[in-house]
């Protein structure tokens, strides 16, 4: 008891739990409306677009995730695009923009003079590598996500949950979409630090998941959705830490078995 007490002198695990408490926010809002959506692979394809950004950051010689960042917006309105205007289907615009994506990360990363870049923080996250920097950005987008649930509640749960009609009753539902996919994409790669490229898609699902065997509110799922999301992360964080296992798979791991603990105990109630 008293080692994990310890732990919260240490500046790097102060950063780490307001990064746990950031992630789990963001991601619990985001992830909830991504699966009343419908749309998991949908961020999958910005995910791993992403990682086009980073070789391109680190061929160049810049952040690199700010390249992630322009690579997950400029995927997430050219899969809206592709889909909405150029009519071409969902999963084919998700499966081009995905690979484009990988495709340009290794091409880029491969040409980077000198060293190859270590890429194991960005591919499955280290939270306890996370920066004061990182923090402010990853403060300012929680924000603007709960300033934009707020205010909007209503016309996205229209829109999550029925589209059609949404735009029959006048609601500027293409506007939203575009809103809403760049928050989606912004919440991937301010996370990626938490649990990496590879492992982001699942602190966007599981958690709703687990939050989905107790209500099916949106208002409550997205709110449940960040509860678990934290637990999940705090507890993966402390078995990475003492275990000394890499902390983005130590999360997800912690995610699934808590879902499957109370999927069990849930079937038998």
């Known amino acids: 008891m008293s080692a ?11 950063k780490a739990l307001l990064a746990a408490v950031f992630a789990s926010i963001s991601c619990g809002i985001i992830g909830g409306y991504i699966v009343a959506r419908r749309i998991v692979f949908i961020s999958g394809g910005i995910t791993h677009a992403s990682f086009g950004g980073i070789g391109l950051a680190f061929f160049l010689g810049f952040n690199p995730l700010l390249g992630a960042v322009l690579f997950a ?13 150029a009519q071409i289907r969902e999963d084919s615009s998700i499966a081009i923009w995905w690979s484009l994506g990988m495709a340009l990360g290794i091409i880029f990363v491969f040409l980077t003079p000198g060293y190859t870049p270590n890429l194991m923080s960005y591919l499955f996250g280290n939270i306890l590598t996370v920066t004061v920097a990182e923090l402010w950005w990853m403060l300012l987008l929680n924000v603007v996500i709960i300033s934009f649930f707020t205010f909007f509640f209503r016309n996205i749960l229209y829109i999550a949950f029925d589209e059609e009609y949404a735009q029959t009753a006048g609601l500027p539902v293409a506007m939203f979409n575009y809103l809403t996919m760049i928050l989606i994409a912004l919440t991937v790669v301010l996370n990626i630090r938490v649990v990496g490229i590879i492992l982001i898609l699942s602190l966007l699902t599981i958690p709703q998941a687990t939050a989905n065997l107790f209500t099916k509110d949106f208002k409550r799922l997205l709110i449940l959705s960040s509860v678990f999301a ?40």
């Open 73 to 85: 917006v400029m995927s997430a309105l050219g899969i809206q695009f592709f889909t909405k205007v």
């Open 4 to 14: 994990i007490i310890e732990l919260f002198s240490y500046d790097f695990f102060q």
């Open 230 to 269: 934290f637990i999940g992360t705090m507890a993966g964080m402390f078995i990475s830490y003492f275990l000394n296992i890499p902390s983005g798979a130590s999360i997800i791991f912690t995610l699934v078995i808590i879902f499957g603990g109370l999927k069990v105990i849930k079937s038998f109630l």
